[in-house]
């Protein structure tokens, strides 16, 4: 129970979203501003207590005008199926706050205007986090599905660049149709700089799933994969095909068709702790 309550302690609310509560202030729009928040606060709360129930580290969760932003000190080593419950349970919330809605505006709690806002706010927060855009929802349930087919590396530039991708279609429909909207452009303001910044930080989020596989634990193992290389091949090379969930035996085809398996965490023990992060796997055998 305790781990719960600890999840309100992390809430703070963005920037972004203090804009909005000092427009809601001066159009003395408070019981708007009210609805808008609670249904930002119930969705990030869906997320904070799916982690929490998987013991998952949370840093901060930040509220933002579209959702909110949770930061985890997990670096892709948990379960997949962990995850996609964890970014699921946020818009899964959206539908029994409508539910609910209809319900109160039926019993006469909820005026007309009131209600259609309210599940106005809530079908377009869900159906913005739902596009496959990093870091919203559905561009964490696009690198979720990349992870069952591809390596960690390679999942995460591909959907990057098909982040990437519907970030200009949005932004191409918006410069066509829908130039006025002065939040949108805030929005796409706000993915264009975390597009950015996590592509830039692309091989660094690299290291870290490294580091804890070589340091964390194993929850999120769930297959045993071999991986087939040759011993000129350098450490960092053969990490780029370590995939989530998966741990791995390195099998070595060595010069004069010898074989050598290694297991992955003698390839990381090198790597991180004796610092030959240039060696080849023959040179580590050797």
Not at 102 to 111: P, Q, R, S, T, V
Not at 182 to 210: D, G, H, N, P, T
Not at 217 to 223: A, L, T
Request: hydrophobic fraction near 50%.
């Amino acid at each position: 129970m305790i781990k719960y309550r600890d999840v309100l302690t992390k809430i703070s609310v963005h920037p972004l979203f203090w804009v909005i509560i000092v427009i809601g202030i001066f159009t003395a729009r408070f019981k708007e501003l009210i609805l808008l928040f609670c249904i930002v606060l119930i969705h990030e709360l869906g997320h904070a207590l799916a982690a929490a129930h998987y013991n998952w580290r949370i840093k901060k969760i930040q509220l933002l005008p579209f959702g909110g932003v949770a930061e985890l000190e997990e670096h892709g080593n948990k379960s997949l199926k962990e995850e996609l419950v964890v970014v699921i349970a946020g818009p899964i919330q959206h539908v029994w706050m409508m539910l609910v809605g209809y319900i109160l505006f039926e019993a006469g709690w909820l005026n007309v205007d009131l209600y259609y806002f309210f599940m106005w706010n809530n079908i377009i927060i869900l159906a913005f986090n739902l596009l496959p855009i990093w870091p919203l929802d559905g561009g964490k349930v696009l690198f979720n599905i990349l992870s069952y087919r591809f390596p960690y590396l390679q999942a995460h530039e591909k959907m990057m660049k098909l982040s990437c991708v519907f970030f200009g279609v949005i932004l191409g429909w918006q410069l066509l149709w829908n130039s006025n909207n002065i939040m949108m452009w805030v929005l796409l303001m706000f993915l264009a700089v975390s597009l950015y910044q996590e592509w830039k930080q692309r091989r660094y989020a690299f290291m870290r799933f490294l580091l804890e596989r070589y340091y964390g634990n194993k929850r999120g193992i769930e297959k045993i994969a071999p991986i087939e290389v040759q011993s000129e091949d350098h450490l960092y090379k053969i990490f780029t095909k370590f995939r989530r969930g998966y741990k791995h035996s390195i099998i070595v085809h060595g010069k004069y068709k010898e074989h050598y398996t290694l297991d992955e965490n003698e390839l990381l023990y090198a790597y991180f702790t004796e610092k030959r992060t240039t060696s080849s796997v023959e040179e580590l055998i050797g």
